[in-house]
């Protein structure tokens, strides 16, 4: 099994930024990619970036494109993503996922989710 453990929501003001972690542990050593995604209440669940496991290559949603991004730390086990220019609308939980298969994409299959982590922007 692998764990994941997110990190670092709270709440900021629109225009404001924020960084989330989401540290691994466990039998990580077939895990090829990892995700983020968001839901807000009433809302589907909505894909935000991948990013490969060695952290070499990223994918951004077209949604938060320009605004958000990830990131890798090898020794840390830990991925971020880095928000900016936060505006009301990304509030949401936010999730981080891991993925045996190696794809950066939309539409890619997940296999371990974290508990997610709370962001709430306010106006």
């Known amino acids: 099994q692998v764990q994941l453990v997110e990190s670092g929501g709270g709440l900021v003001q629109a225009g404001g930024s924020l960084r989330l972690s989401c540290t691994t542990s466990?039998?990580?050593?077939?895990?090829?990619?990892m995700g983020w995604f968001r839901q807000a209440p009433g809302k589907e669940r909505e894909f935000l970036a991948a990013?490969?496991?060695?952290?070499?290559?990223?994918f951004d949603a077209d949604a938060v494109k320009g605004r958000f991004t990830s990131s890798r730390d090898n020794a840390k086990n830990t991925v971020y993503l880095h928000m900016n220019s936060l505006k009301p609308e990304d509030t949401a939980v936010y999730y981080c996922?891991?993925?045996?298969?190696?794809?950066?994409?939309?539409?890619?299959?997940?296999?371990?989710w974290g508990q997610g982590t709370q962001v709430s922007v306010s106006s």
């Open positions: 996922a891991a993925a045996k298969g190696y794809c950066l994409d939309y539409g890619c299959p997940y296999d371990y």
């Open positions: 466990g039998r990580t050593f077939n895990i090829r990619a």
């Open positions: 990013i490969s496991w060695s952290g070499g290559s990223t």
